[in-house]
């Protein structure tokens, strides 16, 4: 099985500032099957990023994605209020799949 | 537009049984891989299981395998999820959720998601 860890876990910025958030794996993702989502309170998760660098359909250009292998990173230029939310790294390349523990980042 | 909506949650004893089902519509339903994922309240998420669009591959992780049947019926685009031998571990938050790429299994991140269904173990 494939462990993600994610850090940090927790951030707190101000709107406008830029968030960097990590994954790690245990091993190598096959392919960059990696993917980033957002859940916010009471809601279910939202995809943002695939394979490591690609958007999701209607997701902001302030979101991307880089990274290969075992270091993987989301990256949001310019945070907006409604950007407020926990993030999860998820690998799909080999069973069983695989969630990191999540990054909050929070309104400072 | 896509929707998938869960039910059959609710409150069950340890050593039970709940089906949860995923009904869906808005897509092209035998095309794709339906997933479920767990999320205890206040907690991160774990991926369950997933069923092939075709439903002849399946696969689950280590904590429900053997107790957890998942299986689809592509004639009334709805999928289920049989939960046998509940332990209060299983408490959680149940998504299902859709593949992104068609005709895949595993190897597709998760585009749409269910609002979830509460399934308590306890006592």
């Known amino acids: 099985e494939i462990v993600l860890t994610q850090s940090p876990g927790s951030l707190s910025l101000s709107p406008g500032e830029r968030a960097t958030l990590s994954c790690r794996a245990s091993?190598?993702?096959?392919?960059?099957?990696l993917a980033w989502y957002q859940q916010k309170p009471g809601q279910a998760p939202r995809l943002l990023i695939y394979?490591?660098?690609f958007r999701a359909t209607g997701i902001p250009d302030r979101f991307s994605g880089s990274g290969s292998g075992t270091d993987f990173t989301l990256t949001i230029t310019r945070l907006e209020p409604e950007d407020f939310a926990v993030y999860y790294c998820h690998q799909y390349g080999s069973s069983p799949l695989t969630f990191g523990q999540g990054t909050k980042v929070e309104i400072k | 537009q896509v929707q998938l909506v869960e039910s059959g949650g609710g409150v069950v004893q340890p050593g039970r049984s709940l089906r949860l089902s995923c009904a869906a519509s808005?897509?092209?339903?035998?095309?794709?891989?339906i997933h479920w994922v767990r999320q205890p309240p206040g907690e991160g998420l774990e991926w369950v299981a997933v069923i092939s669009y075709d439903g002849t591959n399946k696969y689950y992780a280590d904590s429900v395998k053997g107790r957890f049947t998942i299986s689809r019926d592509n004639s009334k685009n709805t999928q289920y999820l049989q939960m046998n031998s509940l332990r209060t571990e299983d408490t959680a938050f149940y998504y299902c959720?859709?593949?992104?790429?068609?005709?895949?299994?595993?190897?597709?991140?998760?585009?749409?998601w269910g609002q979830g269904t509460l399934v308590t173990v306890s006592s």
């Open positions: 959720a859709k593949g992104l790429v068609g005709k895949t299994t595993v190897t597709s991140p998760l585009d749409y």
């Open positions: 394979r490591a660098s």
């Open positions: 091993q190598s993702v096959s392919n960059n099957y």
């Open positions: 808005g897509f092209t339903f035998s095309t794709y891989a």
